[in-house]
Every structure is written in structure tokens, then in C-alpha cells.
């Protein structure tokens, strides 16, 4: 049993910056990869970033410069630390954990860039 779970979204300014949290938990031993995926109002999931254990990472071109992804990995915890938001980046930001070949996904927090 697999549980994955985010944290941090809500409503920011343009401008502005968030900080998302994700943590596994359950049977996690094993554990590999994770990542963060996003999915505007009428598009499809994109990727955003994913890292190893190790820290290698791999990330959407056009994001790079502003989202940054990190991983603790004692705490089966990955973070997102988004800057400079414009509304284009309103969406619903998923996070998957990769155990035994297998993705586990959470459920989703919306994140809403408004004036």
C-alpha cells in the first residue's frame, strides 16, 4: 500500500512563488523515481520535472528557469519551488512516485495564479 500526497497549492499573485511538498509513504522501500506533472483547465498532463534518488533530474525545457525540483530523500519527500508565476501556470500539479516498476500517483493540488 501506496500512498502519495501534495501539499502547497492555493491561490498566488502573478509574481508570486510557490513552494509544493510531496511525500510517499506506506510500502516505499525501494522507491525510485519522482516527479512533478501538471494539467491546465482543458490540456493534458505535461511533465514538469522528475529526479532520482541520486538528484539527477530531468525537466521541462520552458519551466526549467523558474521551477526548480529537489528530493529528501530520508523523508520520501520531493518539493517544487515555483517562481515567478503567471496565470499560465494555473493547473492542477500532480506528483508520482515510481516503486517496483510501478507509478503511484497522488491526487492532485490546484494551484491558481490571479490578481
Known amino acids: 500500500q501506496v500512498q502519495v500526497v501534495e501539499s502547497g497549492g492555493g491561490l498566488v499573485q502573478p509574481g508570486g512563488s510557490l513552494r509544493l511538498s510531496c511525500t510517499a509513504s506506506?510500502?516505499?522501500?525501494?522507491?525510485?523515481?519522482m516527479g512533478w506533472y501538471r494539467q491546465a483547465p482543458g490540456e493534458q498532463r505535461e511533465l514538469i520535472a522528475e529526479?532520482?534518488?541520486?538528484?539527477?533530474?530531468i525537466s521541462a525545457h520552458a519551466l526549467e528557469e523558474r521551477f526548480t525540483i529537489s528530493r529528501d530523500n530520508a523523508k520520501n519527500t520531493i518539493y517544487l519551488q515555483m517562481n515567478s508565476l503567471t496565470p499560465e501556470d494555473t493547473a492542477v500539479y500532480s506528483c508520482v512516485a515510481v516503486i517496483n516498476t510501478r507509478e503511484y500517483w497522488g491526487k492532485g493540488t490546484l494551484v491558481t495564479v490571479s490578481s
Open positions: 529526479i532520482a534518488r541520486n538528484g539527477n533530474t
Open positions: 506506506g510500502a516505499t522501500f525501494n522507491i525510485g523515481d
